[in-house]
């Protein structure tokens, strides 16, 4: 019912930056949060970012992340970004995008419905 397709993903040294993009199609109707998940190779998948698309775009961080990863939508491309500076190494992984109806913000990935199929970024120290 929803679709979600990443894009942005990449090598890159540590330092360095990259834009992930998230673009949601089908019945974006029943969603009103967009989130930045990932997963490293034998952990678990963690939130990282989400933001409420609903109208506000109110946004909210994993510790980890704080102020150097930005989440944004683009309203009239009705896509998310995620913005990421200084990456370092423990960044590297699967990075995915999910929608989701939630009644409070949440970066748990099992209270998101719709996934995208993620996109790979690397960090080399």
């Known amino acids: 019912q929803v679709q979600l397709v990443e894009s942005g993903g990449g090598s890159v040294q540590a330092g360095g930056s990259l834009r992930l993009s998230c673009a949601p199609s089908g019945r974006t109707d029943l969603t009103n949060y967009i989130g930045w998940f990932r997963q490293a190779a034998g952990k678990e998948r963690e939130g990282v970012a989400a933001?409420?698309?609903?109208?506000?775009?109110?946004?909210f961080y994993a510790a980890s992340v704080k102020g150097r990863f930005t989440i944004s939508q683009h309203s009239a491309k009705n896509t998310v970004y995620l913005e990421m500076n200084s990456l370092q190494p423990e960044d590297t992984g699967m990075y995915y995008c999910?929608?989701?109806?939630?009644?409070?913000?949440?970066?748990?990935?099992?209270?998101?419905?719709?996934w995208g199929q993620g996109t790979q970024v690397t960090v080399s120290s």
């Open positions: 999910a929608a989701g109806f939630l009644l409070i913000s949440s970066l748990w990935k099992d209270n998101y419905k719709y």
């Open positions: 933001i409420y698309t609903a109208g506000g775009g109110s946004t």
